[in-house]
């Protein structure tokens, strides 16, 4: 198994900034691709954005340009750091890694618990 631990949401006003942090640990051989996803109150899980083990990122419309995703593969290790964060920004943002146990296993998708990120005056 694969475990997830997201740290770094929180309280913040419009225009300010977060860092969420993510560590994966476990039955790991390797991290395909690691990201973040968020969901607001009364809407659907959404894409925030993913990167590979090569540092290829992807990012949401929403959020290209304020915020920005990578990476640590030796201590398979993810961050977004959040900039200009807007009111639209509040959700709970959950990490997520497709990861390998072994050479021969399949890749897998794995989720953290998630963390709240709440932006307000």
């Known amino acids: 198994q694969v475990q997830l631990v997201e740290s770094g949401g929180g309280l913040v006003q419009p225009g300010g900034s977060l860092r969420l942090s993510c560590a994966a640990s476990?039955?790991?051989?390797?991290?395909?691709?690691m990201g973040w996803y968020r969901r607001a109150p009364g809407k659907q899980r959404e894409l925030v954005a993913t990167i590979t083990s090569d540092g290829r990122g992807n990012y949401a419309d929403s959020v290209k340009g304020r915020f920005t995703i990578s990476r640590d593969n030796a201590k398979n290790t993810v961050f977004l750091q959040m900039n200009s964060l807007k009111p639209e920004d509040t959700a709970v943002y959950y990490c997520?890694?497709?990861?390998?146990?072994?050479?021969?296993?399949?890749?897998?998708?794995?989720w953290g618990q998630g963390t709240q990120v709440t932006v307000s005056s």
């Open positions: 997520y890694a497709g990861a390998k146990k072994d050479y021969y296993s399949p890749v897998l998708g794995y």
């Open positions: 476990g039955s790991i051989f390797s991290i395909a691709v």
